[in-house]
């Protein structure tokens, strides 16, 4: 069975727990950085963390997209969005159809 894995400050993930997935908590991007090499290396399938966190890792996360798996995907936190997650999929699908198709333009 593949695990899903939540890393993000103590008031944004809690609630994942009742849901049945790992959360660890962490109060800054180095102790976040830590959890998420470890999921990682014990073959998590799914690892949200929060965009807040994202920032700082993004080197070890870049390296990380080349493998299959994890999916690792920047949620809110409960301070709010920064937009990360948002800009993430759009360049995902960028890349996969060639054009952007969840741009904002509202010509109708």
Same mark, same amino acid.
């Given at each position: 069975?593949?695990?899903?894995?939540?890393?993000?400050?103590?008031?944004?993930?809690?609630?994942?727990?009742?849901?049945?997935?790992?959360?660890?908590?962490?109060?800054?991007?180095?102790?976040?950085?830590?959890?998420?090499?470890?999921?990682?290396?014990?073959? &998590?399938?799914?690892? &949200?963390?929060?965009?807040? &966190?994202?920032?700082?890792?993004?080197?070890?996360?870049?390296?990380?997209?080349?493998?299959?798996? !994890?999916?690792?995907? !920047?949620?809110?936190?409960?301070?709010?969005?920064?937009?990360?997650?948002?800009?993430?999929?759009?360049?995902?699908?960028?890349?996969?159809?060639?054009?952007?198709?969840?741009?904002?333009?509202?010509?109708?």
């Amino acid at each position: 069975m593949n695990n899903v894995g939540v890393i993000g400050d103590r008031d944004s993930v809690i609630g994942f727990r009742a849901l049945g997935m790992t959360v660890l908590e962490a109060g800054n991007g180095e102790e976040a950085g830590c959890h998420l090499k470890n999921l990682v290396a014990e073959n &998590f399938a799914v690892i &949200f963390i929060t965009e807040n &966190f994202v920032q700082g890792n993004e080197d070890y996360l870049l390296s990380v997209r080349s493998q299959k798996l !994890p999916a690792i995907i !920047p949620i809110p936190s409960i301070s709010g969005s920064t937009g990360l997650g948002m800009r993430q999929v759009r360049e995902s699908v960028r890349r996969a159809v060639g054009m952007d198709l969840l741009s904002q333009d509202e010509q109708s």
